[in-house]
């Protein structure tokens, strides 16, 4: 039974990569905390739910396309619109505060447009399937989370150090004075960063929503295990990331059998340990 | 003396303000007053933290915990008043908190700011699981049985009020010290500070310490005044949460910043859940849209943005250059400097 629990942990630390991706690449380019993080998480499941409704014949892996293409333009126009202004002050704490700010508006405006009642995107079996390859039971759901995972970070890693926007994404992140200098505009920059981690963070939304029920409440509840995902890896690190999910998970599934009341307590524990044996995480620079 | 002569009139005028409040506010006013006073406290204290030292903490609402099951478990268990197990609750948060110190300084930054976090998160489960502590239930203060309540508010609102004051003026104090001068030297920069012999870690170990010690105070005394506890509502990230909106909206690294954001905090929640007699999302929502445009129009604070509009003081802990005495009193020099500047040091 423990290689199972082991099994299910690293498949569940592929949901938790998936939070923490989208979070390391804005840290990693803008050096923002992005509070609203978990704001677009929860958003996204919404999304994704209402698109359901509208297609209730969609296959529910098919959902992740609308659901990029509207969260990256969410994630696009709040950067142009706020965050960018914000960042003016080379103080970080102004911009937390904005995305504070934001967090809060957008989940209580969620409260008030869809209440608090759990919901739950009922699109075919999909969710219920699982196969038996070694007498082991493994969830089709969380097996896909972990593959598309995998899938997005080598994307993502090709997308940063093969092609030019990645180059201008890298020289922006590394200095941003000096990219004016060659003609990019650093806030440009910012926004598509801010859409493609809005992106991000609606895939995680949506295979959330596929896996369990979800309210207002649920990106916030996940925003604590996103950021310990990206410190365990290094800020800025995605391989760093996809491993600190990995870590997370199977440390929280070990830690409740163990103990089942012991909640996120294992998780924060084996947290610890690690970043004070790797103070700048798995991947970090060392300063 | 002239820059000491405002702080002392503030000092006077808060302290009989509060000793004659009570009869004047009714039961209502007392205990707004109590929370806003106390958080009033607490948000000096994350402003000692981030505004003075540069340590950017998430996890203060460990010590607001620590403080209420401290006060209210040794109150019950050695059957004490409350307000002698309060004493106890500074010097078990400023134990832990130093004890922290020593592995969470290690981290830097961002990776800081999310393990005092994750610290708090910890803490609250292991109090959670400990047996003694009540479980998920939480527990009653059972000596507060015998009192008379009308007292017991009245006592609790003057120890609020003490430590809100006490806060704003140590921080003050220190803020003109030796120490506080090397505080503020290692928040601008810390490889320059080093070079002039400042004990960098020693510095901020001091004001966590202070910082944990006080939070463990104010939220013994809140949930003192609560009479009842539970691990949700003693470590609820809500306490850092508005911490930080309070000094980051009234101006970060003032005495005065978090003053003013207080009293818009409290402002906005009494207006919206009192006045409009809207639900507490509405209320929520208006304070996201005050941060959103504090940020985008005054990304230093209000307070700041007062101040250089009016060219007023009041609590400055700013200090001027010493040469620039020496150029007032010899006016026949030329100073190369401009008399009225003034520099944050």
Redesign the interface.
Known sequence: MWVGTIINGVLLGGLYGLFGVGLALVFGVTRIINIMHGEFIALSAFIALGIAMLSPQMHPLLLIVPVVVISFGLGYALQAMFVNRAMRLPDPLAPLLLTFGLSVIVRNLMVELFGVNPRSIHQSDFAQLSINPFGIPIGVLPLATLALAALLFVALQFVLRRTEIGRIVRATADNSEVVRLMGVRPSSVYNIVMGLSFALAGIAGLMLALRTTFTPFSGVERLLISFEVVVLGGLGSFWGAMLGGIVLGVAQLVGLRLNPNSGFLYGNLVFFAFVMLRPNGLFGVRQ | MKRLSSPIVTLVAFAAGSAIAPWFVGDRGVSLLSEGLLMLAMAQLWNLL?GYTGL?SMGLQCFVGLGGYTTIFASNYFSISPYWALSLAPIVCGLIGGVSAV?LF???D??F???T???S??IA??VL?TPGLGYVTGMTLETARGIDFETFLLVNFWITAAIAGASVLGIYLLMHSRLGLSMTSVRDDEIAATSIGVNVWCNRFIAYVAAAAGCGLAGGVSFMGALFITVTTAFDLNWV?AM??IV??GG?GTLEGPIIGTVIYYGIRELFTGVFALSG??Y??A??????I???IA??GIWPLIRDRFAIEWLSVKRKVPYLYACEADATRKSPIPHEQSYFV
């Open positions: 981030a950017v592995f290690r981290l830097r961002a990776y700011s999310i393990s976090w994750v610290f998160e910890v489960v292991v699981m949460v930080i909106f980051i909206i970060i999302t509405w929520l929502i304070l996201g849209t005050v941060a959103v504090t940020m985008l990304p230093a």
